[in-house]
């Protein structure tokens, strides 16, 4: 009777060392993937990048800037943090029913926009 025991837990630690391997070798493979496209000049992962045609700028930082007064509501919600497509058309619609903005502050006036969504998004913004 101890012989067919031992049989069955030398079994399941065969089992359970192959299924270790098994998991070292896909955690391994994924970098060892990227690295073989490399070699061969393929891209491993690609970056997406904003929408183009989008009026905004980098000004010495890695951080993009949109102008509240020049960018289109499209531009203005895919800079900004926390701002749809309905509050950058209300930013437009402000900015054509009462001319530019003087200050970045003055964002604050606009029906949607308080004081921590200006906060939040005062280094994406230029005038």
Do not use: C, H, W
Request: glycine share 8%; no cysteine; charged share 20%.
């Amino acid at each position: 009777m101890q012989l067919s025991e031992n049989k069955a837990i030398g079994r399941f630690s065969v089992a359970r060392q192959l299924l270790l391997v098994a998991v070292l070798f896909g955690l391994m493979g994924s970098p060892a993937m990227a690295a073989e496209k490399a070699a061969q000049g393929q891209p491993a992962a690609t970056a997406v990048s904003p929408k183009a045609n989008v009026p905004v700028s980098t000004e010495g930082q890695s951080e993009t800037k949109v102008s509240i007064n020049q960018a289109d509501a499209e531009a203005l919600a895919s800079v900004l943090n926390g701002v749809g497509l309905k509050k950058a058309e209300a930013i437009v619609r402000y900015r054509e029913q009462n001319g530019p903005f003087s200050e970045i502050d003055q964002l604050q006036e606009v029906p949607g926009i308080g004081p921590s969504l200006v906060e939040r998004n005062r280094d994406r913004l230029k005038m």
